[in-house]
């Protein structure tokens, strides 16, 4: 069964950061595609990160490229968001989620999801 837990939210002043982190268990770390997703209150949940089984292949969605870092470490099962510059639209909760693939994946398909983690910026 594989897991995925979420940390790292929490209450940030507009034009601060956060790194949200995502520990997986009860799978081959490495064999996964991994991706963050948020979904704020009344909205659909929107992609916002994905990156490949090694790291090499990595990707920001459009409405958070410049601000947004996505990286995993294997040796520790986690792969990381950090995001800076943050706006009060940036606030939702944040999921991560896993596909086994050798590829990046960028759409909804993942098999595997988080609990997520509340982030909220304040104005």
């Known amino acids: 069964q594989v897991q995925l837990v979420e940390s790292g939210g929490g209450l940030v002043q507009a034009g601060g950061s956060l790194r949200l982190a995502c520990a997986a268990s009860?799978?081959?770390?490495?064999?996964?595609?991994m991706g963050w997703f948020r979904q704020a209150p009344g909205k659909e949940r929107e992609f916002v990160a994905a990156?490949?089984?090694?790291?090499?292949?990595?990707i920001c969605a459009d409405s958070v490229k410049g601000r947004c870092t996505i990286s995993r470490d294997n040796a520790k099962n986690t792969v990381y968001l950090q995001m800076n510059s943050l706006v009060p639209e940036d606030t939702a909760v944040y999921y991560c989620?896993?596909?086994?693939?050798?590829?990046?994946?960028?759409?909804?398909?993942?098999?595997?999801w988080g609990q997520g983690t509340q982030v909220t910026v304040s104005s």
């Open positions: 009860g799978h081959t770390f490495s064999n996964y595609a």
């Open positions: 989620a896993a596909k086994e693939s050798d590829g990046m994946v960028i759409s909804y398909a993942y098999d595997y």
């Open positions: 990156i490949n089984w090694n790291g090499n292949i990595a």
